[in-house]
C-alpha cells in the first residue's frame, strides 16, 4: 500500500534542491527530540550555558554520522532510516551522574563515553554475529511493553519537577501547543513540527519577556544570548573532547540497559521503515546488520563525546507522509546535521532554552514514550490473567524498586564490583521491568498468542 505513494523509492536519487530541502526536513523533524536529551543531562552534570552548547555540536556530529553508517548497505539496514538522540539512554546515564556528578561534567562525560564504547561493541557483537533471531525468541510484547512504559513513566519527576514546575505558564503555553499542532491543527507541516513549533513560540514568548523586563536575571524564564555573541561561528569539537573515556562496571551495567531497549525498538522501527518505504519486511540479515550498526555507532558516539544514538520512528513518519523514502535524501541530511555541528553559535542558542520550555516539551514527550508501550502491549492477549499479573508486577518493580535501592548504595558497594553492577541495574527502571517481565514471561507456560508471538 504504501508503495503507491511513494515519490521516491529508497534507491532513487532526486535532484540536487529537492535532495537538500528534503533532507533539511529530515533534521528539523529530528531537531527537537534529539536536542532535547543533552538538554537533559547538561544541567544534570552542572555544566554552564557554554558546555551546553558545545555538548550539542557533539551530538549533532555523532547523529550525522550514525546515519550514514546506518544507511549503508553493507554497514548498516541499508534503510532510509535517520539516527538521533536515544531517550531510553536517560535513566542509565542518570544513573552514571549520579555516582560520579560531583567530580564534574568532564568527569561525567568520560565514564560515559567509556559505558557507550564497552556497551557499544557488545552490541555490534550480538548484530555482527547475527544471534539478534536468538535473543527475539525471548523478548515479546509482554517484556516490551513493560520495559518501554518505564522509560516514559518514570521521566515525569524530570519534566515535571526538575522543568516544568519552575514556571508553569511558559510549560503550559509548549502543551497546549503541542496538542493543538499535532491533534487539532490539519495542517500537516503542523502536525509534523508540532514539537519544534511549539518549542519555538514557547521560546519567544520567554525571550520577549526578558527583553521587556518581565523576567529578571534569576527568573527561571529568563534568556540571556550573551552566551551566543561570545561562541565562535565556526569550530570542530573532535575526538575524545572530555579527556580520554573512563571504563568502569559500574557505568557499564547500568548502560545495558538502554542498549536492551534501544534493540527492541530499533527492530520495530526496521519493520515501519520498511513498510513505508515500500520494501518487504527486513531479512534477517538486514536486521542484524542494523543492530550492528546501532552499536557501532553509540561506540562512535561515546568517542565524539555525545550521547547514544538509535533509529527515530518520527522520521519513518516522515517518509509516509512525503513519500520521499530515498536513502540520499536521508544521507543528505545526515551531512546537515554534520555541518551544523561545526557552527558552534547554533549549539550556544539552542542551550539558552530555559528550563520551563524544555519541561513542557518533555511532558509531551516523555508520555508518548510510556503510552508507547501500553501500545506495545495491545500486540499480546492483555485479557489474560497470566500477562495482566506479568505486566502489573514488573511495571510496579519499575516505579518502586529503583528508589529503595538508590537509598541503599553503601549497602549494595560494599558487596565490592557485583554489588556496583546490581545498584547500577537495579536503579535503572527500564532495566527492572525488562528483567521482571522477561522472567515470568519465558518461566509461566503461554500460547504464541497470548504472548504475542503468533504474528512473527
Not at 554520522?65 to 534503510?79: V, Y
Not at 520495530?268 to 550492528?292: E, F, K, W
Not at 495482566?388 to 535501592?405: D, E, K, N, Q
Not at 521482571?436 to 504472548?451: H, S, Y
Request: aromatic letters at 10%; proline letters at 6%; hydrophobic letters at 55%.
Amino acid at each position: 500500500m504504501a508503495s503507491k505513494n511513494l515519490i521516491y523509492g529508497v534507491d532513487d536519487k532526486p535532484p540536487f534542491p529537492i535532495m537538500v530541502l528534503a533532507g533539511f526536513q529530515h533534521v528539523l523533524t529530528l531537531f527537537g527530540a534529539t536536542t532535547l536529551v543533552p538538554l537533559i543531562f547538561g544541567p544534570a552534570m552542572g555544566m554552564t550555558t557554554a558546555e551546553i552548547g558545545f555538548f550539542i555540536s557533539c551530538v549533532y556530529l555523532a547523529m550525522g554520522i550514525a546515519t550514514l553508517i546506518q544507511t549503508h548497505p553493507r554497514l548498516g539496514s541499508g534503510l532510509p532510516i535517520v539516527q538521533g538522540s536515544s531517550f531510553s539512554f536517560i535513566p542509565p546515564i542518570m544513573t552514571i551522574i549520579a555516582a560520579y556528578g560531583a567530580a564534574g561534567p568532564a568527569a561525567v562525560m568520560q565514564h560515559v563515553g567509556g559505558a557507550l564504547i564497552a556497551g557499544g561493541i557488545l552490541l555490534s557483537i550480538i548484530g555482527y554475529s547475527r544471534i539478534v533471531g536468538v535473543i527475539r525468541k525471548v523478548i515479546t510484547p509482554i517484556v516490551i511493553g513493560p520495559t518501554i512504559m518505564a522509560i516514559g513513566f518514570s521521566l515525569a519527576p524530570v519534566a515535571i519537577q526538575g522543568n516544568a514546575a519552575n514556571y508553569w505558564p511558559i510549560s503550559l503555553i509548549v502543551v497546549v501547543c503541542v496538542f493543538f499542532f499535532s491533534l487539532m491543527s490539519k495542517n500537516k507541516y503542523f502536525n509534523i513540527f508540532a514539537i519544534l513549533a511549539s518549542i519555538s513560540i514557547a521560546y519567544l514568548a520567554a525571550l520577549a519577556g526578558s527583553l521587556l523586563g518581565f523576567f529578571p536575571s534569576e527568573h527561571p524564564a529568563f534568556i540571556n544570548l550573551a552566551s551566543v555573541a561570545d561562541a565562535p561561528w565556526f569550530r570542530f569539537t573532535g575526538i575524545m573532547p572530555w579527556g580520554l573515556p573512563k571504563f568502569d562496571i559500574l557505568s557499564f551495567g547500568a548502560i545495558i540497559a538502554g542498549f536492551f531497549a534501544v534493540m527492541i525498538e530499533s527492530i520495530g522501527d526496521y519493520h515501519s521503515c520498511s513498510y513505508v518505504a515500500g520494501l518487504p519486511d527486513p531479512a534477517p540479515a538486514t536486521i542484524n546488520r542494523g543492530i550492528g550498526a546501532e552499536g557501532l555507532n553509540c561506540a562512535i558516539a561515546g568517542a565524539l563525546g555525545a550521547v547514544a544514538t538509535t533509529s527515530y520512528t518520527e522520521n519513518i513518519g516522515l517518509i509516509g507522509l512525503t513519500g520521499v523514502a530515498s536513502r540520499w535524501v536521508v544521507r543528505t541530511g545526515a551531512i546537515l546535521l554534520i555541518l551544523m555541528s561545526f557552527v558552534g553559535k547554533i549549539g550556544a542558542l539552542i542551550a539558552t532554552i530555559p528550563s520551563p520550555v524544555i519541561g513542557g516539551a518533555y511532558i509531551a514527550l516523555f508520555g508518548i514514550i510510556g503510552a508507547l508501550g501500553i501500545q506495545i502491549l495491545l500486540r499480546a492477549d492483555m485479557t489474560s490473567q497470566r500477562n495482566v499479573l506479568i505486566v502489573g508486577f514488573a511495571f510496579l518493580m519499575a516505579l518502586g524498586l529503583p528508589g529503595w535501592v538508590e537509598a541503599q548504595k553503601d549497602a549494595f558497594f560494599s558487596i565490592g564490583i557485583i554489588g556496583q553492577v546490581l545498584w547500577a541495574i537495579m536503579k535503572t527502571p527500564m532495566a527492572v521491568a525488562g528483567i521482571c517481565a522477561a522472567f515470568w514471561d519465558n518461566v509461566i507456560p503461554g500460547t504464541l498468542k497470548e504472548r504475542g508471538l503468533s504474528a512473527q
